[in-house]
């Protein structure tokens, strides 16, 4: 911070008083995964799921994110730090309005995402690994950018001429390669309601339950 003349403004309603309100709890839902992995697709899917079981949830995707907040950024090594570090400054926003935020970044490195983590209480981070060979990202990729990448194209493209490092300790992995989307979904609102962040409506077990 550049300025000592900034004081955090406290809200006259507390954060228990909006998820009380909301009959759930904030959380950062923060997707990772290779390009084609299909974190867009379960990030949307999730979404649509809480709302129409009557929560709140809202979607910050990579995409629309640098059309506006990030539109200043490029994809060298410091801009995608930044990228993220300004993510999750938005995520901690809505987590603490009762929101229940969904990213879906590749945010390929480990301490940009670990990072995000600390700016939050403990809890409020999940970091979901959407695990998926490369070769099948590759595959689905119906626009051609790993192809491009590998013909040198794109320089700095995730998972050819850049890296991504897989999360340590993420608290959920879920393999899109063996689960569909149906499969997918429901483990990931089963862990939201085994962590008493939201329960839908219906009943969701652990698939092959």
Not at 19 to 29: F, L, S, Y
Not at 35 to 44: C, D, I, N, R
Not at 189 to 199: A, E, K
Request: proline residues 4%; contains cysteine; hydrophobic residues 35%.
């Amino acid at each position: 911070m550049n300025s000592k003349n900034i004081v955090w403004q406290q809200s006259a309603v507390s954060r228990r008083d909006r998820e009380t309100r909301n009959r759930q709890k904030g959380a950062v839902v923060w997707l990772t995964g290779l390009s084609g992995s299909g974190k867009t697709t379960l990030a949307h899917a999730l979404e649509k799921r809480i709302v129409e079981n009557d929560g709140l949830a809202f979607v910050l995707d990579g995409d629309n994110i640098r059309h506006g907040l990030c539109s200043d950024l490029g994809f060298s090594d410091d801009d995608r730090h930044e990228n993220i570090r300004r993510v999750g400054e938005v995520a901690k926003l809505f987590a603490e309005s009762g929101v229940i935020v969904i990213t879906a970044f590749i945010s390929p490195f480990r301490a940009d995402r670990e990072r995000v983590r600390s700016l939050m209480p403990h809890g409020d981070f999940i970091e979901v690994y959407v695990r998926c060979p490369l070769e099948v990202c590759e595959a689905r990729d119906v626009k051609g950018y790993y192809q491009r990448a590998r013909s040198g194209d794109i320089a700095g493209y995730t998972g050819i001429s850049s890296p991504y490092e897989e999360p340590d300790r993420p608290e959920l992995v879920i393999d899109t390669h063996e689960s569909n989307l149906e499969e997918s979904l429901a483990l990931a609102l089963f862990f939201l309601g085994d962590r008493q962040i939201f329960s839908p409506s219906n009943t969701v077990s652990p698939p092959g339950v």
